[in-house]
């Protein structure tokens, strides 16, 4: 989960899965909406799919990156276990 909040606190990282959230895209098509160089973005790629956020999938000649939902709903439910009053707390 550690890799995940790291991975999370940068925006281009966060920018990245806002348009994987709309479909699979290749890493040239994900550099396209960015102006920095490709091997930046494939580090930024890199570090998501170590945080376990994203995968990818050989189609052809092409890597295709897609979130993966899974690590997503484990750091939600994690979150919200900060909105449930615990009954040793309770007064």
Same mark, same amino acid.
């Given at each position: 989960?550690?890799?995940? #909040? ?11 899965? &806002?348009?994987?959230?709309?479909? &699979? ?9 960015? &102006? ?8 930024? =790629? ?20 897609? =979130? ?13 276990? #900060?909105?449930?009053?615990g &009954?040793?707390?309770?007064?």
């Amino acid at each position: 989960m550690k890799e995940a #909040f790291k991975a999370l606190a940068d925006p281009t990282r966060r920018e990245i899965l &806002d348009l994987l959230k709309k479909g &699979d895209l290749t890493a040239g098509e994900i550099a396209d909406q960015f &102006d920095m160089s490709k091997p930046s973005i494939s580090q930024h =790629l890199r570090l998501l799919k170590q945080a376990g956020l994203v995968d990818d999938e050989k189609k052809g000649q092409f890597i295709y990156y897609h =979130l993966n939902i899974t690590v997503f709903q484990e750091l939600i439910s994690w979150a919200m276990t #900060f909105t449930h009053k615990g &009954d040793a707390h309770d007064v």
